[in-house]
């Protein structure tokens, strides 16, 4: 019996094929994991809500390169960063990328190469992954979809208030009598007596 082979993987033999995936909810949450946005939800883990990908693709080669070609939709959830609820992001990406042999991989810090019609190429402008001649490994692209798709500081809306940073109250669904903390430096100066 043909050995099972890892989800996301295609063989070069089998091309070309018009393939989706899904990435399940179990999958995103392992791939998020250790990200501070992820991890100040408190989510449990895996998290059944942590998000869900799909991917419908065109997969081809030419002998020495494979492409992939299609869209990315789904969705993944994050905290706010400023109340810490969860901000839920779409994803709906087109999906342009080769894969090359490892020998032909730009390298991350290259002088950009000015190409035959002027153009400049950065490495970091292509889309594209290592692969081994024999096998396409979508695994790093889809996991990147998910990644790079956590903006630094997420809002669940642009005027979300907030917690209070005393009681901890969300300050969008409910009210505190907290006072505004004083600067202990500017309250050990109010009970100082000036000599006159
Ligand atoms: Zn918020
Ligand atoms: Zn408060």
């Known amino acids: 019996m043909a050995k099972e082979l890892p989800p996301y993987t295609v063989m070069v033999r089998d091309l070309p094929v018009h393939k989706t995936f899904e990435v399940p ?3 995103v949450s392992d791939w998020l994991k250790g990200l501070p946005m992820r991890d100040a939800l408190g989510a449990p883990d895996p998290d059944p809500e942590a998000g869900h990908g799909k991917a419908d693709l065109d997969l081809y080669a030419d002998g020495t390169h494979a492409f992939a070609s299609g869209t990315f939709k789904g969705y993944l959830t994050v905290a706010c960063s400023r109340c810490v609820g969860p901000v839920r992001l779409e994803l709906d990406e087109k999906l342009r990328v080769t894969f090359m042999p490892p020998g032909e991989m730009p390298s991350e810090d290259a002088e950009p190469t000015a190409a035959e019609d002027g153009a400049e190429v950065l490495a970091e402008d292509l889309d594209v992954f290592a692969f081994d001649g024999e096998k396409i490994d979508l695994e790093p692209l889809f996991r990147e979809q998910f990644v790079l798709a956590v903006p630094y ?9 907030g917690l209070c940073p005393q009681c901890g109250i969300d300050r969008n669904t409910g009210t505190c009598t907290c006072e505004k903390p004083i600067d202990p430096r500017l309250a050990a100066l109010k009970g100082l007596k000036l000599p006159s």
Not at 153 to 161: F, G, H, I, Q, R
């Open 153 to 161: 500081a997420p809002l669940c809306k642009e005027s979300c208030k």
């Open 25 to 27: 909810a179990t999958q």
